[in-house]
């Protein structure tokens, strides 16, 4: 995969993994957030995404997640923001 990746929050289950899911199955890089480590998030591992935990409550881990996605990406394709809470 050589295409610009694209940024989607909360793929750790519900709409956010079937949607990255899709994305990698069509072989679009993918990076993901993810606040709970759920075993399903090895199957997009193993699809080549670039995981990382974040949770947007936490500005430390937000800024932080960011600072290590641009080390790791010059450029991004888009962001798809799905991370919500769910009370």
């Known amino acids: 995969?050589?295409?610009?990746?694209?940024?989607?929050?909360?793929?750790?289950?519900?709409?956010?993994?079937?949607?990255?899911?899709?994305?990698?199955?069509?072989?679009?890089?993918?990076?993901?957030?993810?606040?709970?480590?759920?075993?399903?998030?090895e199957e997009l591992e193993r699809l080549a995404a670039d995981l990382y935990h974040c949770d947007f409550d936490r500005k430390d881990?937000?800024?932080?997640?960011?600072s290590d996605i641009k080390a790791r990406h010059v450029r991004m394709r888009g962001i798809i923001h799905i991370a919500s809470q769910w009370h």
């Open 1 to 41: 995969m050589t295409a610009d990746p694209i940024l989607i929050t909360g793929v750790g289950k519900r709409a956010g993994f079937h949607v990255a899911r899709a994305f990698l199955h069509r072989r679009k890089p993918v990076i993901g957030t993810y606040r709970t480590r759920y075993p399903r998030l």
């Open 61 to 66: 881990e937000f800024y932080l997640v960011i």
